[in-house]
């Protein structure tokens, strides 16, 4: 079964310096790898997607995120962080199948401090 | 582009009573469309989806059913509410290998 795992409940960085936040996936076959940011009491919104092709994945509002196959992470990078990039932070990896159901982590909660 | 209308945003619901929560979806045809739950302000569980009208797949056994009478109308119910079923629904339809998702619709059970 598809799974991903973000070992950080919440991840605390200042304002201007870079962040990371961490995603490990476990699937069979090729990985199909999401991140979706959530702002409190709203929807979810796409980032970014790594299907196939070039490691790092470029995404909006400056993300970017690094296809790592022999260490099977998909970790969320940003140069600088902004006090507007404090939410939540899903990875998400494609179930399989016809449809495309997602399968997504706990989140993590990015706390960008001024 | 493709939009996502959930309502109510937010009920307030005595325990037994029943629930009625629609998605409805503008600028596609023929989505798969999915339901999923939001507990605690974190998890996401995938409760059901649908590739077509009538077509429903629950992926966990619960106290809520899902239909889709139209092609671009999602409508997750329950006859009578539990406790548990309090949280964060939201709807969700796929384009291009994507989800798009709703505001979602906050349902607190007392």
């Known amino acids: 079964a598809q799974s991903v795992a973000q070992p950080e409940d919440q991840v605390n960085v200042a304002e201007g310096n870079p962040l990371t936040v961490k995603c490990t996936y476990s699937?069979?076959?090729?990985?199909?790898l999401f991140w979706y940011v959530q702002y409190p009491n709203r929807g979810l919104q796409f980032l970014l997607k790594?299907?196939?092709?070039?490691?790092l994945v470029k995404g909006s509002y400056g993300f970017e995120a690094e296809f790592n196959k022999s260490q099977t992470s998909f970790h969320l990078k940003k140069p600088s962080a902004l006090v507007s990039d404090s939410a939540l932070y899903f990875c998400?990896?494609?179930?399989?199948?016809?449809?495309?159901?997602?399968?997504f982590g706990t989140g993590t909660l990015l706390a960008v401090q001024p | 582009s493709q939009t996502i209308h959930q309502w109510p945003a937010t009920l307030v619901q005595p325990v037994g009573s029943p629930l009625s929560l629609e998605c409805t979806v503008e600028?596609?045809?023929?989505?798969?469309l999915y339901w999923y739950r939001q507990a605690a302000g974190r998890g996401l569980q995938l409760l059901f989806y649908?590739?077509?009208?009538?077509?429903i797949s629950s992926e966990v056994p619960q106290n809520l059913s899902a239909s889709r009478p139209q092609d671009r109308q999602f409508i997750l119910s329950s006859k009578k509410l539990l406790l548990s079923d309090s949280g964060f629904y939201l709807c969700?339809?796929?384009?291009?290998?994507?989800?798009?998702f709703g505001e979602g619709s906050r349902l607190t059970v007392l």
């Open positions: 699937v069979s076959g090729n990985p199909y």
């Open positions: 790594y299907i196939t092709g070039d490691n």
């Open positions: 998400a990896v494609r179930d399989g199948g016809a449809t495309n159901k997602l399968i």
């Open positions: 649908s590739v077509g009208i009538g077509q």
């Open positions: 600028g596609t045809s023929n989505p798969n």
């Open positions: 969700a339809s796929d384009r291009a290998g994507e989800l798009f």
